[in-house]
C-alpha cells in the first residue's frame, strides 16, 4: 500500500508542510497576513512541463530496471496538486497509475495505488484551491481595511475642525457675556462645552490610535508631579461629574515622586478612565483616584461604583472594538476605543494597565509606570 513505502510518509509530510506554510495566517485580532500567494502562472506553465517529463522518466526507469520506490510518484502527483489544484492532482494519479497497470499489470497493488495516487493528488489538489482562496480573501481584506482606515482619517480630520470652531465660539462667550448669562443659558452653554469636548477627545483618540498602534506617536516626555496630572485629568471632568452629581476622591502617597514621561498624554489617559467611571457610577457616588509608589513603579488607579463587568470580558475590554460585543452581552463597557488607547499609550511608556471588576461591585483600573532611576549625589572631594 502507497502510505506503507518507506518513502511515501516523509513526502507526503513534506508536501502537507508547504500546503501549510502557504495559506494565510488568519488571526481574530488583526488583518491577516499573507504567508505565500498563490502559484503565479509562468510556474503552472513549468509544472505542465515538469509532471509529464518526470513522469515519463520515472516509468522508463521503472520499465528499465523495475527497481524505481512507487511513493517517488507521489512527486509528480503532488507537483500536479499545486500547481493544477484538485482535477490536477486527481488526473494525473490516475494517469500514473494506468501507466503502471499496463507496465506491470492490473493485480491488487495497481489498483490500491490507483486509489491512492487519486486521493493523493485530490488531497494536495484541495490544500493548494484552498490556501488561493485564504490568499485572495486576504487580500481583499487588506484593501477594506486600507480603504476604511483612509475613510476614518478623512471624516475624523473634517469632524476636528468644526468642533474646535464651536468649542472655542461658546468659550468667547463665556468670557465676553461673563456675569451677564443667566443660570440657565450658563447651564446650556456647559453642556454644549462638555458635548463637544468629549466629541473632540473621541475624534483624537480616532486620530492617534493608528500612530499608536504603528507606533509612530511622537512622545514628548518630561519629568513632572503625577499628583499634577492627577489634579487636571479630574478637573476637565468635574463639569460631566457634577452634572451627574459624583464626587471624585483623590487619595495619594505622600511618598510620590516625580515621572518620566508624556504629561499630556498620561493625563488623556486619565481623562478617558475618569470618563468611563463617571459614565456607569450612579447619581449621587463616588469615584476614588489613588496612587501610590510600588518598587520602583508609579501605580494609579480609578475605583468605579458601576455595575461592574462579567468574568467573561475581562480580558476582551482593552481590544479594539471588542467592547461592542460586551455591551451586546450586558456589560458596562465604553464605544471601544477609550481603553484600547489608554492600552496603547501606558505601553508606549513601557507601562502595563489592567482591571479588576465583579458584578455588582464596581470595577477598578489600575495603570502603572516605571519611575526613573533615583538621582546619585555626587559629593566635591576634599581639599588636602
Not at 527497481?67 to 496538486?81: E, I
Not at 463639569?239 to 487619595?251: E, F, G, K
Not at 508606549?348 to 519611575?371: D, F, M, N, Q, Y
Amino acid at each position: 500500500m502507497w502510505f506503507l513505502d518507506p518513502f511515501a510518509i516523509p513526502i507526503s509530510c513534506g508536501v502537507l508542510g508547504f500546503q501549510h506554510t502557504s495559506s494565510p495566517d488568519l488571526s481574530p485580532d488583526r488583518v491577516p497576513k499573507i504567508r505565500r500567494l498563490p502559484i503565479p502562472h509562468h510556474w503552472r506553465l513549468l509544472a505542465g512541463i515538469t509532471v509529464p517529463v518526470s513522469t515519463i522518466a520515472l516509468i522508463g526507469v521503472e520499465w528499465w530496471t523495475g527497481r524505481v520506490p512507487v511513493a517517488v510518484y507521489l512527486l509528480p502527483v503532488s507537483l500536479a496538486g499545486l500547481a493544477f489544484e484538485v482535477w490536477g492532482g486527481v488526473g494525473v494519479g490516475i494517469a500514473i497509475s494506468l501507466l503502471r497497470i499496463l507496465l506491470r499489470g492490473a493485480d491488487g497493488e495497481q489498483l490500491l495505488w490507483l486509489f491512492g495516487n487519486s486521493f493523493a493528488g485530490g488531497l494536495v489538489g484541495l490544500l493548494s484551491f484552498q490556501s488561493r482562496k485564504l490568499a485572495e480573501a486576504n487580500r481583499e481584506l487588506i484593501q477594506h481595511k486600507a480603504l476604511q482606515d483612509s475613510l476614518t482619517d478623512f471624516l475624523v480630520h473634517d469632524l476636528r475642525s468644526p468642533l474646535t470652531s464651536i468649542i472655542g465660539g461658546l468659550q468667547t462667550l463665556v468670557m465676553v457675556a461673563g456675569n451677564r448669562l443667566s443660570d440657565d443659558a450658563r447651564e446650556i452653554i456647559d453642556l454644549s462645552l462638555l458635548g463637544s469636548q468629549r466629541m473632540l477627545t473621541l475624534v483624537n483618540s480616532l486620530l492617534d490610535l493608528k500612530k499608536l498602534e504603528d507606533g509612530k506617536f511622537p512622545l514628548y516626555v518630561r519629568e513632572f508631579h503625577p499628583e499634577d496630572a492627577i489634579r487636571e485629568a479630574i478637573n476637565q471632568v468635574s463639569l460631566w461629574a457634577r452634572q451627574n452629581q459624583i464626587s471624585v476622591t483623590v487619595r495619594l502617597d505622600q511618598t510620590l515622586t516625580t515621572i518620566r514621561a508624556d504629561r499630556w498624554l498620561l493625563i488623556r489617559v486619565l481623562v478617558n478612565l475618569l470618563s468611563n467611571a463617571i459614565k456607569y457610577t450612579p447619581s449621587g457616588g463616588t469615584i476614588t483616584v489613588t496612587g501610590h509608589r510600588e518598587d520602583s513603579q508609579l501605580r494609579i488607579s480609578v475605583t468605579d461604583q458601576g455595575p461592574g463587568i462579567p468574568p467573561d470580558y475581562l480580558d476582551k475590554v482593552f481590544d479594539k472594538f471588542s467592547q461592542i460585543e460586551a455591551r451586546k452581552g450586558g456589560a458596562a463597557v465604553g464605544t471601544g476605543l477609550g481603553l484600547t488607547f489608554c492600552k496603547l499609550a501606558v505601553e508606549a511608556h513601557s507601562g502595563r494597565i489592567w482591571l479588576e471588576s465583579a458584578v455588582g461591585k464596581g470595577t477598578t483600573v489600575h495603570l502603572a509606570l516605571p519611575l526613573p532611576p533615583p538621582r546619585v549625589a555626587t559629593s566635591k572631594p576634599a581639599e588636602a
